[in-house]
């Protein structure tokens, strides 16, 4: 059983704060963790850090971290920006489920 933990519509490094507790927390209870991405209309760099760092968190502990859905148009935009748009199977698995967006 994943915890789901939700983005907020509004996360930058202003207000990345309530969005990395709630994933520390479901971390700590060491579940497996879904993150819910869809409602995302602005965000910078730190939202993708954010989701990075807790991909890399799961995979040292030996759980999943999964999106709900493919990334949205907003963290698609922010990974071409950042220079981080996916390349590796892997990636394209974790950030569009398989199918890169046209």
């Known amino acids: 059983m994943a915890i789901l933990v939700k983005l907020a519509q509004d996360v930058t490094l202003q207000t990345i704060g309530a969005a990395h ?3 520390c ?3 700590l209870a060491g579940q497996d963790v879904d993150l819910d991405v869809d409602r995302l209309e602005q965000g910078d760099l730190g939202v993708v850090q954010l989701i990075l760092a807790a991909r890399a968190e799961a995979e040292a502990n030996h759980r999943q971290f999964r999106l709900t859905a493919p990334a949205n148009p907003v963290l698609i935009s ?3 920006r950042t220079g ?3 390349q590796t199977h892997a990636d394209i698995d974790f950030w569009f489920h398989g199918v890169i967006p046209a």
């Open 25 to 27: 927390e479901a971390f």
């Open 21 to 23: 507790e709630a994933l």
């Open 78 to 80: 922010l990974l071409a």
């Open 84 to 86: 981080l748009y996916p």
